[in-house]
T-cell receptor
Framework: GQNIDQPTEMTATEGAIVQINCTYQ??????LFWYQQHAGEAPTFLSY??LDGLEEKGRFSSFLSRSKGYSYLLLKELQMKDSASYLC??????????WGAGTKLIIKP | GAVVSQHPSWVICKSGTSVKIECRSL??????MFWYRQFPKQSLMLMAT?????????EQGVEKDKFLINHASLTLSTLTVTSAHPEDSSFYIC??????????FGPGTRLTVT
């Protein structure tokens, strides 16, 4: 079966750094996405990784290791507005998105 | 670019009635659109894949006669919840595929069935 695992909830302090991990087992791989979702809103795109390595985009970075079936999203200089759920999703061999359950990130002052 | 809209953004209806939700890709053509449902504190659940000009592909456990999907043009897909019941109350989100790895989400429709 297909499976994506990420922590249910994480807490971090404003101004700090947090890393949200995601591991996956899917039938085929055509890339991994990270989305941010605020309560009551639709997900918004953060990053897409299809090759191994680190992609940096401002305060957010995303890392992928295909051999390990592993990715992480790194958030730096945390702000209160970063409090949201972060969804990991993998594009499988049929180009269908397989979704993780999401990680709720709580930022404390 | 790559904007997807949904209408309505929220709707309240009585049990037994039907509700239609529209999903439009505003600045691109999408041969494939997806419909998701999200219950509180849960992740997105794919309901169906909608392909322009053909029948939608429903995920296991999703009743195709209850959730009618029509993708009549390259910019519009509709989801009709027929004979809605309170357990159908949820956040319905559509997305449209621009390219194989590019998928853009609509803002979602919150449905409340009383």
């Amino acid at each position: 079966g297909q499976n994506i695992d990420q922590p249910t909830e994480m807490t971090a302090t404003e101004g700090a750094i947090v890393q949200i991990n995601c591991t996956y087992q899917t039938s085929g791989f055509n890339g991994l996405f990270w989305y941010q979702q605020h309560a009551g809103e639709a997900p918004t795109f953060l990053s897409y990784n299809v090759l191994d390595g680190l992609e940096e985009k401002g305060r957010f970075s995303s890392f992928l290791s295909r051999s390990k079936g592993y990715s992480y999203l790194l958030l730096k200089e945390l702000q209160m507005k970063d409090s949201a759920s972060y969804l990991c999703a993998v594009l499988d061999s049929n180009y269908q998105l397989i979704w993780g359950a999401g990680t709720k990130l709580i930022i404390k002052p | 670019g790559a904007v997807v809209s949904q209408h309505p953004s929220w709707v309240i209806c009585k049990s037994g009635t039907s509700v239609k939700i529209e999903c439009r890709s505003l600045d691109f053509q999408a041969t494939t659109m997806f419909w998701y449902r999200q219950f509180p504190k849960q992740s997105l659940m794919l309901m169906a894949t909608s392909n322009e000009g053909s029948k939608a592909t429903y995920e296991q456990g999703v009743e195709k006669d209850k959730f009618l999907i029509n993708h009549a043009s390259l910019t519009l897909s509709t989801l009709t919840v027929t004979s809605a019941h309170p357990e159908d109350s949820s956040f319905y989100i559509c997305s449209a595929r621009l390219q194989e790895h590019e998928q853009y989400f609509g803002p979602g429709t919150r449905l409340t069935v009383t």
